[in-house]
Nanobody
Framework: QVQLVESGGGVVQAGGSLRLSCAAS????????MDWFRQAPGKEREFVAA????????EYADSVRGRFTISRDNAKNALYLQMNSLKPEDTAVYYC??????????????????WGQGTQVTVSS
């Protein structure tokens, strides 16, 4: 399995930006699709963004499309989430996740093979 460690979370004012990173080790990173999920207090974990193994295909939740950008660097075994125009409702713990299914994109927590430990993002109004 892939081992994942997130970084880059913090506190930012509404309208600001943050860039999350996820460092991967273990299994060959380029063989797994990657996701970002988030979980706010008292809420279920929800899909944020996904990227295929090569990086050619990306998908986003409606709530973040146009503001967030997912990317990956397979040479560096790294996943990124650039978050712009942040809103208070983006406040959550953000998790990177790996999946090894046949389909290029995954949006479901149940299909995830490996999770990172999470990084807190807090957006103040």
């Amino acid at each position: 399995q892939v081992q994942l460690v997130e970084s880059g979370g913090g506190v930012v004012q509404a309208g600001g930006s943050l860039r999350l990173s996820c460092a991967a080790s273990g299994r060959t990173f380029s063989r797994v699709g990657m996701d970002w999920f988030r979980q706010a207090p008292g809420k279920e974990r929800e899909f944020v963004a996904a990227i295929s193994k090569s990086g050619a295909i990306t998908e986003y939740a409606d709530s973040v499309r146009g503001r967030f950008t997912i990317s990956r660097d397979n040479a560096k075994n790294a996943l990124y989430l650039q978050m712009n125009s942040l809103k208070p409702e983006d406040t959550a713990v953000y998790y990177c996740a790996a999946f090894s299914g046949i389909v290029p994109i995954n949006k479901t927590p149940d299909r995830v093979d490996s999770w990172g430990q999470g990084t807190q993002v807090t957006v103040s109004s």
